[in-house]
């Protein structure tokens, strides 16, 4: 256990919906970052956070947003969905925001668009 | 861009035999993260190498760092089935901040 938290596990969903995916970062972390898995794809990183601030942006669509609140949970944001956006959605936790800092996964979520 | 790639995509061994995946880049890396994600799991941190040349070893993992800080390798000697899953390297780009992961070398260990 890796002491990130992500709600929900499983999401089903029609296409043009919105949905909202949360993390809770570890105890002590002040970066969250999103990522998407695909099979086709691989590990897509999407955008990360920093004490509440926007830090680095990836591959993140216009219809995808983000962000992290006071308390440092993160939430995503995914609209006008898509069936390609069907994929596992991980959220990561660091101490800082440096690029040394190692990455502790959630379990994911599994969006599937139908 | 920044182009990262993770050779081979996919590896199919017999326990026993050894295992080698590799990262490489178009341009010179800050540092590089290896990751492992079990099928079904997430990725979880293997291991960090910053310096130019840098080996690190882990039991049967044995990480190396190339001299020019463009490419990176992950040997596993002696493969058993619990070493099934996918690596991934996580090389950062410096100042953009931008992590770029290669697709990952799924292993695969007949018993």
């Known amino acids: 256990d890796s002491g990130v938290t992500q709600t929900p596990k499983h999401l089903i969903t029609a296409t043009g919906q919105r949905v909202t995916l949360r993390c809770s970062p570890r105890s002590g972390d002040l970066s969250v970052y999103w990522y998407q898995q695909s099979l086709d794809q691989g590990l897509q990183f999407l955008i990360q956070y920093y004490n509440g601030e926007e830090r680095a942006k990836g591959n993140i669509l216009e219809r995808f947003s983000a962000q992290q609140f006071p308390d440092l949970h993160s939430e995503l944001n995914l609209s006008s969905l898509e069936l390609g956006d069907s994929a596992l959605y991980f959220c990561?936790?660091?101490?800082?925001?440096?690029?040394?800092?190692?990455?502790?996964f959630g379990p994911g979520t599994r969006l599937t668009v139908l | 861009g920044q182009q990262v790639m993770q050779i081979p995509q996919y590896q199919h061994v017999q326990e026993g035999e050894d295992f080698t995946t590799y990262c490489n880049s178009s341009t010179t890396l800050s540092n590089i993260q290896w990751y492992k994600q079990r099928p079904g799991g997430h990725p979880v941190f293997l291991i960090q190498?910053?310096?130019s040349g840098e080996v690190k070893k882990q039991k049967r993992l044995t990480f190396q760092f190339g001299e020019a800080k463009k490419n990176s390798s992950l040997h596993i000697t002696a493969t058993q089935t619990t070493d099934v899953g996918t690596y991934f390297c996580a090389p950062y780009a410096g100042n953009n901040r931008k992590l770029i992961w290669g697709l990952g070398t799924s292993l695969a260990v007949n018993p």
């Open positions: 990561a936790s660091s101490v800082l925001s440096g690029i040394t800092d190692t990455q502790y």
């Open positions: 190498l910053v310096k």
